[in-house]
């Protein structure tokens, strides 16, 4: 997936401003090597930078890593998938923010996390999507590509939604103490009239690959007619989040 960070920055920024609170459950302490996994334009690595510790950020996305790479240049940047990853000093955490939905190899990831984990109390805090994450709008926009006969791109699988109790198993599973787990509704407000589009144009890309611009246009203002009622408020479009946040160690 080919990620467009001017609109990830100018429009999606609300993506690192909840993500602030995930810094405060990670609470980094001086001195100490945190990974950022997702670091996405690596606002959220910055943060935990100020916080005086040491801080490398990976992305799976070249992009992502050459925005943050010009935004924050003392900070290391690397091109690194979630699912395989190795560092020879290990970390004393792993943060991740709004980034682990989008592997579909969790089971992976997971090992891959807790083997970059220093032993006997290294930490990995995480959040994002959980069950029943934007589901109205991937139900709408399912919905509205099968109608126009696009199928196969309706039947995709492009997120990793899972509940609680499945993820803590998953972390309990690979060796993790969860220590904190909440699943939570977070209804999102998108910046400006046409932030709905703007989110599925952002983050929905897969689902509408290989269709001519036209096309898109029109399948996004289908979405757009059938969410009207439920995700359009005072005149502001909403994305109906539900976050998963958990804090585990090693």
Known sequence: MKWNTNLYDNKHEF?????QDVVELLSPKEG??????????GDLAAV??????????????????????????DI???VKS??????????DAIFSNATLHWVLDYKKAIACIYDNLKENGGRFVAEFGGKGNVASIIDALKSTLRNKGYI???????????????YTSLLEEAGFRVTFAAHFDRPTLLQDGHGLKNWLRMFATSYLAGLSNDVVETVLQDVEDQLRETNLKDGAWYADYVRLRVVASK
């Open 76 to 78: 290391q940047f690397e």
């Open 82 to 91: 979630a699912t395989d990853f190795t560092y020879e000093q290990k970390f």
């Open 48 to 73: 935990i930078r100020d916080r005086k510790a040491t801080v490398i950020g990976i992305d799976s996305s070249p992009d992502m890593i050459e925005t943050a790479s010009k935004k924050y240049p």
């Open 32 to 41: 100490e090597l945190i990974l950022d996994l997702g670091c996405g334009t």
């Open 15 to 19: 993506v690192s401003q909840y993500g």
């Open 152 to 166: 196969s791109n309706a039947e995709k699988t492009v997120w990793y939604f899972p509940s609680l109790p499945a």
